[in-house]
């Protein structure tokens, strides 16, 4: 199982990006999807999370109302739509799939992570 999370870059403090993870040797619809990010010298901490089917989706109280996790069965791809971008929203943000929708880093899998930098 692969996960290629891409999208990351340098972005202006209140601006956009969409990060892409594309799942690979695995049926993406059988399986929760979630984003993380670390921040350096941080904990890998939540920030979104989406079930199998897409019908249910969970962010964390930092980004509530500005991120949106939404994903693609067909393309095997969950996105993490960002807008109103924060300083303190930079981080690796990491992707990862696993069999039960939650919160905690309990994923099967990982991506390599992408790097978001929001600039003032």
């Known amino acids: 199982v692969q996960l290629q999370a891409s999208g990351g870059g340098l972005v202006q403090a209140g601006g956009s990006l969409r990060l892409s993870c594309v799942v690979s040797?695995?049926?993406?619809?059988?399986?929760?999807m979630a984003w993380f990010r670390q921040a350096p010298g941080k904990e890998r901490e939540f920030v979104a999370a989406?079930?199998?089917?897409?019908?249910?989706?969970y962010v964390a109280d930092s980004v509530e109302g500005r991120f949106t996790i939404s994903r693609d069965n067909v393309k095997n791809t969950v996105y993490l739509q960002m807008n109103s971008l924060k300083l303190e929203d930079t981080a690796a943000y990491y992707c990862?799939?696993?069999?039960?929708?939650?919160?905690?880093?309990?994923?099967?899998?990982w991506g390599q992570g992408t790097k978001v930098t929001v600039s003032s």
């Open positions: 040797r695995l049926t993406s619809g059988s399986r929760a």
């Open positions: 989406i079930s199998g089917t897409g019908g249910r989706t």
């Open positions: 990862a799939a696993g069999r039960i929708l939650t919160a905690s880093r309990n994923y099967d899998y």
